[in-house]
């Protein structure tokens, strides 16, 4: 039967009605460990039983009233998020592109006269027109140009190119921390240090797009924290609240300073649903909790390492956000066949797996994930040693 659903997704031939912890379930039954979650959103897997009772209380309580009132879930939200990143002040709406945007605006309200942006080649900002303009990957914008004004790219860690690209007209430099769509690229460990100087040196905005990389998803709360360093704006969203839609823009006094009432808005934004369970995300993300993402994620990484195959090229990420690069353009054949064999995982293009499990994975649960990729690499490997042998005859 013919979708009534816009063609924009290539979806997998599976549905999942129900999630438990790090599984997801389809209408059969059949249980699928899910080293996804959701891209990254569901850090504390599904049915969380704190988080969902804080949202339960909060549905059940009042759905929405709009941002024309006082909201204090929203107040205790954004007090939470400026003591742990000493920032100043949030601005909150219902996903990572529109974080983004406001990001953009913001810059661009904060720079005057000077308008545009610096951003990565390879980069991910998200599909809403100034998100996507900020994008750093031409093949995404097939179609949709014009791409607005006041964009400039240089290749992602190249600290170099970014000191030849200012101008008079630069207000912002805008990065991921890690860029996650492109295949978890993690850049130089100075790279953000240098970046944070530069911007410094002359008097730009540092934005860093933490939807993938924040709330916990490296080890850190967010992944510039690992260098010692302060973003002027930052955007969340992703797992902010474990799945239901939200985003946060965490701004500097540069910001604090410039946006006025009527400057921007969201009718949605800072729902108090999404906003209770993420009160509770963050509640949750304690030290501990962050050593043992750090912990996990070394796990995972190092038995991904023992695993001898020539398939396997490079093992990349922090905490748990982890590319496997391959030295064949396999993934996507990777991940159908890890599907078909109950486990969930993503792929970037056609040389990278990608790994993003909830954090509360277990031990027993990561020896279950390397038991059944191992025998899927393992298959792959032997199909392509039959492969060459037959191209030798
Ligand atoms: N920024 C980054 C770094 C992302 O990874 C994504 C989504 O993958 C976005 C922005 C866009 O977020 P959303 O899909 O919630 O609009």
């Not at 661009?108 to 303009?133: P, Q």
């Not at 501990?288 to 396997?312: P, Y």
């Not at 078909?340 to 993503?346: E, L």
Request: with cysteine; hydrophobic share 40%; charged share 20%.
């Amino acid at each position: 039967m013919k979708s009534a659903l816009l063609n924009n997704y290539s979806r997998y031939n599976v549905e999942f009605v129900e999630g438990k912890g790090a599984y997801l379930f389809d209408s059969e039954g059949n249980s699928y460990l899910d080293f996804l979650s959701g891209i990254a959103v569901t850090g504390f897997g599904h049915q969380h039983t704190e988080i969902t009772q804080a949202a339960d209380e909060q549905l059940k309580k009042l759905w929405h009233v709009s941002n024309l009132f006082e909201a204090s879930p929203q107040e205790e939200l954004a007090k939470k998020l400026t003591k742990v990143t000493g920032l100043e002040s949030v601005f909150f709406c219902n996903s990572g592109t529109e974080a983004n945007e406001a990001a953009i605006k913001f810059a661009r309200k904060w720079g005057g006269e000077r308008k545009n942006i610096i951003a990565a080649n390879g980069g991910f900002h998200g599909r809403t027109m100034g998100s996507l303009s900020a994008t750093g990957q031409t093949k995404l914008w097939d179609g949709f140009t014009p791409m607005l004004p006041g964009f400039s790219f240089v290749d992602f860690n190249d600290i170099e190119q970014i000191v030849n690209s200012i101008d008079k007209t630069t207000c912002a430099i805008m990065v991921e921390p890690i860029q996650g769509e492109s295949g978890v690229i993690v850049p130089d460990e100075n790279y953000l240090i240098e970046l944070r100087k530069i911007c410094d040196e002359n008097d730009l905005l540092m934005i860093l797009d933490e939807v993938q990389t924040g709330i916990g998803r490296t080890g850190k709360l967010f992944a510039h924290q690992w260098y010692g360093i302060k973003p002027d704006i930052l955007t969340s969203a992703k797992g902010i609240a474990n799945g239901l839609p939200l985003g946060a823009v965490i701004c500097s006094d540069k910001i604090s300073d410039v946006i006025k009432p009527g400057d921007h808005g969201s009718t949605f934004g800072g729902n108090p649903v999404a906003i209770a369970a993420a009160n509770k995300v963050i509640e949750l993300l304690d030290q501990d909790f962050l050593l043992g993402i750090t912990h996990n994620g070394l796990k995972v990484q190092e038995a991904i390492r023992s695993i001898d195959s020539t398939l396997i090229k490079n093992i990349r990420g922090k905490g748990l956000m982890i590319g496997i690069e391959l030295a064949e353009t396999m993934a996507k054949k990777i991940a159908v066949e890890l599907l078909n064999r109950n486990v969930v995982v993503g792929n970037s293009g056609e040389s990278v797996i990608r790994l993003l499990p909830p954090f509360i994975i277990t031990e027993h649960e990561i020896n279950e994930f390397i038991k059944i990729f191992k025998s899927v690499v393992a298959k792959f490997s032997f199909s392509k040693q039959t492969s060459d042998i037959v191209t030798i005859k």
